[in-house]
């Protein structure tokens, strides 16, 4: 660092935590030297007689080395040997985490040490526990207890187990041996060994970062972070399917190898079937492997999910989600090896405890919030102008003018279970379509099926499906294609819409002057009617799913129990007033495994 002249006294050196060149070094530990030399020159003698006298901090004759692996490299790592673990799922009864401390202590006069001190500090470089090296086991074949301060002229190997309560931020390990030589230092006090630190690699974070899709906080159980990997427009060609994980070790050193391992951890929406059929026992136990679709766990770039840590001693890898809404996903990052073997314990839930390689308990790892997917569903809403002038009605039929749009209203919150947002953003929407009073007689499921989607003028706009781009058709109508269906007889089975449901691109048409006459049939209320249309818009958009229609009242009072109940008589269709707006767990299951509607 430096050199001074100096009189008897204390002194204080500082170092500016630089290199020779003048560099900050980067954050570690660093041994340093005294010597200390003293020239007393007595010029009463002819010639003048120079006497030069020195001392050292350190021992001459002891020497901490770094142990060498199989492969004669050295081992700058303190390997870690596991948990004192009972219970896997029960992380009370963990008290300690196991180190194995590797070096070979060499004495040139063949002595062992005198006493020995092992340093433990954390990350942030504050010494947090010490021990005495003479109280720990060595594992060194033929060694014991307090064999850790054994030497020989040519080294001896030592491999002491560390305890390390499982509070502390276990970051390096700084050994300190004394040698036993006091009688070879004018002193004769035993001098220190140069000291010989190792560190504990280790993830200490590893985070979900943005590519083409935004991340935002995940609304729903489980917390987390959310993803929408749609196309953001039907012509949209951007991989909106993919993020970064990225993982920050100790030591912050280049070229460190980290593995990177994806899970699908357990869906928190549910614990029992169908919507989670991986859950066991009672109560039940969560558990993970309940993702739906292909690549389950998602996929890793590159496959093997080994990364090098840069300058910063960060180490990133691309992954890419599964479309499925609600598939959930965290990232386990290690210094680890072999960490493809990695898997979680029993609790394999979306607050998971305990990472394992075998049957040994993994330390130092990292693991990301939980990653959801969602879907946005885009509805386009169309709906009929006005009929044109001197238009012959029946007597029964009264409404007049615009058709009004059909009613989604109910949507976000029907489908939010199913981690699907709705938008009504097409851009297509159209609330002027000519105007048809039905579409009866010979040929009209043909000519509503035209009016929908005929190439030049069909009047859905979003003909075109695609499984990265969910949408759905909705059409406001005056009549349908069944006069037998159309209230005009009060004691008819009337129905509220129609959905095509027998090829793609699939539509509905809610039949407005139909839904009219009903509710003065049946003497609702307006809010009773909105209630009602609600429910048939979505109902029948719904069918864009394949649902098919429930005839049966499961409830113990007769009513409905899911939004796709549908009236079996004359004398059902009041209840369309109180059929709730929301989807069975089955239903909902069926909109998490569909690839588009």
């Not at 309560?165 to 001098?191: M, N, Q």
């Not at 379509?433 to 190439?455: K, Q």
């Amino acid at each position: 660092m430096t050199a001074y002249n100096v009189t008897g006294n204390s002194y204080t050196f500082y170092w500016d935590g630089k290199n020779d060149s003048g560099a900050y070094v980067d954050p570690w530990t660093y041994t340093f030297e005294v010597d200390i030399t003293q020239t007393d020159i007595n010029y009463n003698e002819n010639p003048a007689l120079q006497v030069e006298d020195a001392t050292e901090y350190r021992s001459r004759y002891l020497h901490i080395l770094r142990s060498r692996d199989a492969f004669n490299n050295p081992i700058y790592e303190a390997e870690y040997a596991g948990y004192d673990d009972g219970d896997p799922n029960d992380p009370n009864d963990d008290s300690y985490l196991y180190y194995i401390r590797f070096y070979d202590l060499k004495d040139t006069l063949n002595v062992d040490a005198s006493e020995g001190e092992l340093q433990l500090y954390d990350t942030a470089f504050n010494i947090i526990r010490t021990w005495d090296v003479a109280s720990l086991e060595c594992l060194a074949s033929g060694h014991s207890g307090g064999d850790g301060l054994d030497a020989s002229s040519v080294g001896i190997t030592h491999d002491l187990l560390v305890p390390v309560p499982v509070s502390d931020d276990a970051g390096i390990f700084i050994l300190h041996i004394r040698d036993d030589h006091p009688y070879k230092y004018r002193d004769h006090r035993e001098r220190w060994a140069r000291e010989l630190n190792s560190f504990v690699a280790k993830v200490t974070s590893v985070v979900w970062e943005e590519i083409n899709s935004d991340l935002d906080d995940n609304p729903k159980e489980g917390g987390g972070k959310r993803i929408y990997p749609d196309k953001q427009s039907r012509t949209d060609t951007i991989d909106r399917t993919t993020v970064q994980v990225r993982a920050k070790t100790f030591p912050k050193w280049n070229g460190m190898t980290v593995y990177f391992k994806s899970f699908d951890v357990d869906d928190p929406s549910s614990d029992s079937a169908p919507l989670d059929t991986t859950d066991e026992g009672t109560p039940p136990q969560p558990s993970g492997g309940d993702n739906r679709g292909l690549y389950s766990e998602g996929t890793m770039n590159p496959s093997n999910g080994i990364a090098i840590t840069d300058s910063n001693g960060e180490a990133t890898v691309d992954f890419t989600v599964s479309m499925q809404p609600g598939n959930n996903f965290r990232v386990v990052s290690t210094c680890m090896a072999n960490s493809m073997g990695l898997h979680l314990s029993t609790s394999n839930t979306y607050t998971v405890k305990h990472i394992f390689l075998g049957n040994l308990p993994v330390n130092g790892y990292a693991m990301t919030d939980m990653l959801t997917v969602w879907r946005k569903l885009h509805v386009e809403v169309d709906s009929m102008g006005a009929e044109p002038e001197n238009t012959a009605f029946d007597a029964d039929d009264l409404l007049r003018g615009d058709v009004a749009d059909p009613d989604i209203s109910a949507f976000a919150a029907a489908f939010e279970p199913a981690y699907t947002t709705v938008a009504r953003d097409t851009g297509q929407d159209n609330s002027d379509t000519p105007w048809h009073y039905d579409f009866t007689g010979i040929g009209g499921d043909f000519l509503l099926n035209a009016y929908c989607l005929n190439e030049e003028d069909g009047y859905r706009g979003t003909k075109v499906e695609d499984n990265a781009w969910w949408s759905v058709y909705a059409l406001g109508a005056y009549e349908g294609v069944n006069s037998y269906s159309d209230n005009d007889l009060d004691a008819e089975l009337a129905s509220g819409g129609i959905t095509r449901v027998d090829a793609e691109p699939e539509w509905s048409v809610i039949l407005m002057e139909v839904q009219r006459d009903q509710a003065i049939q049946h003497t609702w209320s307006g809010e009773e009617i909105l209630h009602a249309q609600q429910y048939v818009a979505l109902h029948e958009v719904a069918h864009q799913f394949n649902f098919t229609p429930d005839h049966s009242d499961p409830d113990e009072n007769g009513n409905p129990l899911d939004v796709m109940w549908a009236a079996g008589s004359n004398e059902d269709e009041d209840k369309r007033k109180i059929v709730p707006l929301s989807f069975s767990a089955s239903q909902l299951n069926t909109i998490r495994y569909t690839i588009r509607p």
